[in-house]
């Protein structure tokens, strides 16, 4: 089993992405209680090495108690590949009660190279072809393809990007500009919103997660600067205290609240904007795939709504 990385081996002025109200996107699912602003999403990385398929994740989400859903492409793929109709899975995650918030795919769209950003949106194309059919919402938007060089020139950076939200808008799937905090490129948080913000698209809009903020050296106080609807989707997990933030990698991610990350901080500062979508729980740890994927999803959900919860008493 892979990892994200291993599948592809300045200041912002202003309030930033506060400029971007007018998202097209339909609202994420809301909870209605103020200890919990939030709604909860399970990303499927979190039990991926139990390599169950993805109509048991979805099962194994719905039974643990999330509202959302997030597959990777590839599950999507595989469940076609073997036979599968997405008008079938589409039925069974509705009845699960899910909604498909998010999916994670790795197309190159953002590579200097014209034929290989070609292929890449084109890629992205079918992407959100086959999530559109099971009634996917928006799709992550790292800088697969370069990871390796860093690409320099965020304003053409932002031109590659509001080429893909074009698609997107036309798709009638929104692609989340990811920051990966191991990559050459857009690994902090302050480029990943100058490109979202040079994009001047209405349904530009940025994909956190804590571990790659921690990994890319970006402070959680730039959360402050991220308006509401500038993020749909958030990435949950905690990381230890060892190894370092050079050394750390995805394997490291633990629940949260079983390591170091500001848990507090992170979910005060979103709350405060008007962010009030899904928490999604992306995981890669070895130890936990060797369980039983229901008790880690269980265990996920709660240990993210304690946390939750704890944050809230102090967010007045």
């Known amino acids: 089993m892979f990892t994200r990385r291993e599948m592809l081996t300045g200041v912002v002025a202003g309030t930033v992405l506060t400029s971007i109200q007018n998202v097209k996107a339909e609202e994420p699912v809301k909870s209605s ?16 090495g139990q390599d169950v398929g993805i109509v048991r994740e979805a099962e194994i ?80 938007a790292p800088p697969a393809g370069a990871t390796n060089a860093p690409l320099t020139d965020l304003t053409k950076i932002g031109e590659r990007y509001r080429a893909l939200c074009i698609l997107g808008e036309q798709m009638g799937v929104i692609p989340q500009l990811e920051v990966w905090g191991f990559s050459k490129t857009l690994s ?7 490109v979202a913000v040079e994009a001047s698209h209405p ?13 890319g050296g970006s402070a959680f106080d730039s959360l402050k600067l991220i308006g509401g ?6 990435h949950v997990n905690d990381y230890p205290a060892m190894p370092t933030r050079d050394k750390i990698n995805d394997a490291d991610r633990v629940y949260p609240g079983d390591g170091v990350a500001p848990n507090a901080q992170i979910f005060q500062s979103l709350y405060k904007n008007g962010f009030r979508g899904m928490l999604s729980l992306e ?6 795939w060797k369980q039983d994927p229901l008790v880690v999803a269980k265990t996920g959900l709660q240990k993210t709504r304690d946390v ?4 809230m008493e102090g967010a007045v």
């Not at 190279?113 to 890629?123: M, S, T, V």
């Not at 349904?203 to 990994?215: E, F, M, N, S």
């Open 203 to 215: 349904v530009a809009c940025v994909l956190p997660d804590i571990y790659h903020l921690h990994k």
């Open 61 to 140: 989400a719905a039974a643990a108690g999330y509202k959302g859903f997030e597959p990777w492409m590839g599950g999507i793929e595989k469940y076609v590949k073997d036979g599968g109709l997405l008008t079938d899975l589409r039925k069974k995650i509705a009845d699960l009660g899910l909604t498909v918030e998010s999916a994670i795919g790795f197309a190159n769209w953002i590579v200097d190279d014209e034929e290989g950003r070609k292929k890449g949106l084109e890629q992205a194309k079918r992407d959100m072809d086959l999530l559109a059919q099971i009634g996917g919402k928006r799709i992550a």
């Open 283 to 288: 995981l890669f740890n070895r130890d936990y």
């Open 229 to 234: 609807q500038g993020v749909h989707v958030f």
């Open 188 to 194: 902090r948080l302050a480029e990943t919103i100058f």
């Open 33 to 48: 209680t103020s200890k919990e602003p939030f709604s909860y999403c399970l990303n499927t990385a979190t039990i991926r």
């Open 308 to 311: 939750v919860q704890k944050a």
